[in-house]
């Protein structure tokens, strides 16, 4: 009769300690592929998540001007009843998500912006599960518009012309210079440029042709569509970011 008591103990014990563990630590898997969408005085995330946790709840997003972020206290409340998370919802299988992060973002200020899964569990003391900050994203809202070119020059909106078409060749217009970087679709792939020696004078114009244009201090990034129509976005301090 011991041996069986003692036995049933055991099982007990190990039972209770794997459902914990599955629950508290397996299930809850750190946000990945963390990107940052700038816009007009908004920013936008993008990551994949897959959390299997019956006790999710949703996601945490957090934004500021340093990387020095608190968790939870950092995180941006729930815009309906102030509470955690900020996103709510469940997903059960690999998933990619795009949100607006809801929050007072100002043109030309560089920010920083991370997301967590987050839930709740009865069997912890505290009852909250956050997954660890894992990536943070740099970004810098700013100005952005679509225009056509008129009389052959490319005009952006507070900046005046960066450059004009010429048969298949853009030149750049003083003090402006312009680097291509390909074939292009997506206007909200955000563009760092790694190289600021590689601008020069002129470009071959092509549709759906991807450019950045650098005059010393600010970036205009450029996004040619059909019938010379484009895409553009103002980020005016490289010092501070060389991304737009």
Known sequence: MKKIFLLTLFTI????????????????NIPYEIKAIPGDGKVSISFWSG??????????????TSEDMIQPD?????????SLPTVKGTNHTRTNFTMEIPYNFINGTKYYVTVTAYGTNE????KYIETQIDTIVPVIPRPE?????????????GVGTIGTKNGNMINASTP????????QTDF?????????????????????????????????????????????????????????
């Open 13 to 28: 014990f190990f039972s209770s300690c794997a459902e914990e563990l599955v629950t508290v630590i397996d299930e809850y």
């Open 51 to 64: 959390i299997l946790a019956s006790d999710f709840a949703g996601f945490n997003l957090y934004a500021k």
């Open 74 to 82: 950092d995180a941006i409340l729930n815009v309906t009843d102030q």
């Open 123 to 126: 069997l912890i003391e505290d």
């Open 145 to 157: 518009g679509t225009s056509t070119i008129t009389g052959n020059n490319m005009d952006v909106t």
């Open 176 to 183: 402006w210079k312009v680097q291509y970087f390909g074939y």
């Open 188 to 244: 909200n792939s955000v563009v760092i440029v790694t190289n600021m020696n590689g601008f020069d004078d002129n470009a071959p114009y092509l549709v759906n042709g991807l450019y950045i244009f650098y005059n010393g201090a600010g970036l205009v990034k450029v996004l040619i569509g059909d019938n010379d129509t484009y895409q553009w976005a103002y980020q005016g301090d490289a010092a501070s970011w060389n991304g737009v």
